[in-house]
């Protein structure tokens, strides 16, 4: 099928299954010839898929010429008026699955290069068709057998791969829609209305983009068409002196221009403050987006420090702190994927970066309806899990990397590790044990020093150092990077996702800032060789000590479906922080105060709240 | 100093050194004569050192004789009034250094067997010396080359160790209170005043034992004295059934005994309950302990699940569930550290244990004022980190077992390894992918099946299942262990405290039920030569297919100090999660209702929070 110069034909294919989705023409009702133009449902679809493919994003205009596909001329003159339009290659396929062409809704998947000789030089995308009829959640419901393989410059159906067969039913629709209205009754009983009050207003100001947030922090703050929210300049007061620290963002997901409207009281709590952001269009004009951020304080309920002492001179001493902290969200929706990205500030110095995945797994169809079916092989032959009948949630990996550009009290900056090193003990020494464990330091002075593989075994702590400054003791001021609980990729050095992925080979990196070298994948991921990753980069192992460098992290996970995850995903995180290590002379946060309950009786009313020994 | 037959010598060291603490008599002061006997306060610190030694909890009952010791009759005879009372062995020790006799405290440091011959069979504690002096905090003021070692059997000073230097000062006092009356002005401007509330009140409700909130979750809620807060018989409301899950507890770290009172809008939010708890004393008493636990319901503004979907048929579909959980709390100080205990229960089913430290750190004196000095080895030959002027901060790991006795709808159960493997395609098999990767399961037949040790580049997924019930759909229903960052230890595994506590060995056991096998490092852990703990039980190697089990994770610590953990640590915190797998027909919350701006309003107020799009 990979044909000829006719370069909307491939846009022809897709709207004419999907169009009456936009509830404004089909092909097979508002039309009425073969040569019909486009209408403006039509247009606003290809241009959703293309989006949803992110072949471009919202502002994109990079639509140059879209026209229906003129049929072969001898086609055209056989139509006469009343009859059915022109079938074309795929249409014949659904009819074999008795679907109705109205309903099928088209899912791009990941393009991108995957070392073929015959497609060299080609942007391709494959396509999987699903159902919606009557949900939403067309993800659960995709049609078995049916892919087509898109050639993105061309615009063109490069493939169409329809292996039907009859004993693989459509999964079913019945408890796919996640909507409230969509729901059988009895719904859930709510709990109890819970809120986050603040009485006096928030703590934090927004100032065009300068973010303060009481005594402790200052920060600029935007939102990047690819990188999402970027976090730069951020500052502590210290002993009444603005120190500088970081600027960092999230990597090339396109997660600025995928920026989810977020719901009040929903997706951010009441005290938030909801930011609108403008993103540029391809013609240069503003684009102004409502609520793609959120900024608010949290008071989860935790502790800052604390300490019951029972044994001090003068008697039982308690002494806690609330914990508060600050939290810039937002959301991306990229197709089926909802990511919840939050930068949490801590009144300590803290920083942590959560993603939150919520969202509508990946799906296959499948003959089975039940585990025991299957073939005896008890589900492991299914390449994924069964969550619904005829429906494989298929397993898959996420990868986020997070460019860190530190600069700790100023721009010169060393990445050091501190590997935990089992000592043993002579026998004879006079010292009962047989071992114990210290740190040796590294500094890493080339980029090779910093690829870091994260091991339980053979632990280490991670630290961006200023080496030219010390606290009064002679520690290198400095942030410790803190892993959180993450997954390495589990695929092939020389698989081609994984050589265009070739960032996720390790979870920690430290380059040579240098400006270009944004985006871990590079510039264009999809059709990228693995010629311009962060891979790449550091294997030109540049000096990186006492340097400016940018840190390189990777939150990984494995995603295994459970039957939970249907019809939609509920919330799983991961996360990861930079804390202060050595920035500080000691505790920042000593003399903070704690509430007091005549504060908190004033604005809410007394409750019984006894302190009590 | 091995000696001989007084039982009561040891006291009478340590009641010296400390006794003015109380506040109710001295040696110097109140006592009149070397033959004077122990007054209460006296008898109170005995009290209070063995409980924060861990060598009795407080509600024991321990103490069978306690007497001063008597002095040489030589001495008691030469000795006159008005005469200072006679010097003993460590009072000595202290004139040199120019300390106050009344302002030492003692720590008792971790007991146990080390595998010196000569101490086989004697129950040895090492006793350190700090000089309060001004502070409450006088771990932050260890006093050089002064150890004693106390034979907890014979209650007698075993070894005196003294390696004055006079090189080595006493850390000073300045900066390591951390009491709000004792900072110096200015104190950090507090944040604008933030509150959970609840105009309705709580969604759960306490009866007795029996904790029930909403239509969620349902169990039994306990305070063991060694085992801390003990959730049994949890259930879970589903289609109007409830369905029972596990029993679970926390370790053996005297975690209940020690459990310290929770002090309200510090520890716990405003809309906390606060529960009294009753322990048992060593005569039968009841001892009845206040806000020992606190319950609430935390909405930390994050999402239980989200989806915004652009190109679904009807429109634009935005929809989002606010994420509230129930917590339950208590607060164990033991000596120095204090630990914060939550278990957090989710509507999805899923139930998080966390683990948070916020503590005085153990510490050590050090000549060195400034690491630069440190003899040109920057640090790294201390041992630590150097926290503030002759203070080092010791490096130490902190392990906590979770003893999860699981009942998966019934008692049978089985323990599944999910192994994620990576494979192989061949070439010419018309697949440009050189690589996939799959799940192959295995379920664990007997305890060698089970011994874990977690890794990044060889992940597994951890299941307990029910292998007797399915889903509609055939998969085995289950909840899976989700393990969050954790550490290893870095012992010899024939180091004596690692084979007390081969427990850590591997993050993950699971042995057979045995009612005896309650604390992984068994019934006497100090003493212990490792012949009673998890290790030993699992290997029994007995049948863990199909039978009633127990699973073992432990969250694991490395702490390397940095100069903002004096002179009080922020918190830091683990978790692990447990998740229903499989549990569940499909996600349990799909039903859950959003907030809503008209209730908001109605309770707190309006502000503006327009839904956008």
Known sequence: MKSSSNSVRWFVQLVSFSVVMLNSCSLTGAHTHP?????????????????????????????????????????????????????????????????????????????????????????????????????????????????????????????????????????KREGTDYRLEAQEPPVLNPLKIISTEQPNGTSFTVNNHIVQWGSYWRFHLKLDSRAGTVISMAEVLDDGVWRSRLWHDAGEYGFGANA???????????????????????????????????????????????????????????????????????????????????????????????????????????????????????????????????????????????HLYLDIDGTKNSFVESKLKRRHIQPGSGVPRKSYWDTEKHIAQTEADARIQLSLQQPSEYFVINSEKTTRLGNPVGYRLVPGATAATLLDPEDPPQVRAAFVKNQIWVTQYHKEEKYAGGEFVYQSHGDDTLSVWSSKNRKIANEDIVLWYTVGFHHIPVQEDFPIMPTISGSFELKPANFFEDNPILKAQPNTAAEFSAYFGDVDIKVKE
């Open 260 to 402: 989810s409207p977020l719901q009040p009281l929903n997706d951010c709590p009441r005290n938030a403050q909801y930011l609108d952001v403008v993103l540029p269009s391809a013609s240069g004009l503003p684009l102004v987006k409502s609520n793609r951020i959120c900024i608010f304080e949290r008071y989860s309920g935790d502790v800052a420090w604390r300490h019951t002492e029972t044994f001090a001179p003068g008697g039982t001493v308690l002494e806690a702190r609330p914990k508060v902290t600050l939290v810039v969200r937002m959301v991306s929706s990229v197709g089926n994927y909802d990511y919840v990205l939050d930068w949490e500030f801590q009144t300590d110095g803290l920083i942590r970066a959560l993603v939150g995945m919520t969202r509508i797994i990946q799906t296959s169809a499948t003959k089975f309806t039940s585990v025991k079916n299957d073939e005896g092989n008890d589900g492991d032959s299914l390449h994924g899990i069964l969550i619904s009948e005829n429906l494989v949630g298929v397993v898959h990996d996420h990868f986020l990397t997070f």
């Open 35 to 171: 040569l019909d133009p486009l209408c403006p449902g039509e247009l606003l679809l290809v241009r959703s898929i293309l989006i949803n493919a992110s072949i471009m994003s919202p502002v994109d205009n990079i639509i140059a010429t879209l026209e229906v596909e003129e049929p072969e001329k001898s086609v055209v003159k056989a139509w006469k008026p009343g009859q059915e339009l022109p079938p074309r290659k795929a249409l014949e396929s659904l009819a074999k699955r008795g679907l109705n062409y109205s309903e099928i809704v088209l899912l791009p998947l990941a393009p991108g290069w995957y070392d073929v000789p015959e497609d060299e030089g080609l942007r391709l995308n494959n396509v999987q068709f699903t159902y919606a009829n009557g949900t939403v959640n067309y993800f659960m419901r995709p049609i078995a057998g049916l892919f087509a393989v898109v050639d993105l410059d061309e615009k063109q159906v490069y493939k169409y791969i329809d292996s039907y067969s009859e004993d693989i039913p459509l999964p």
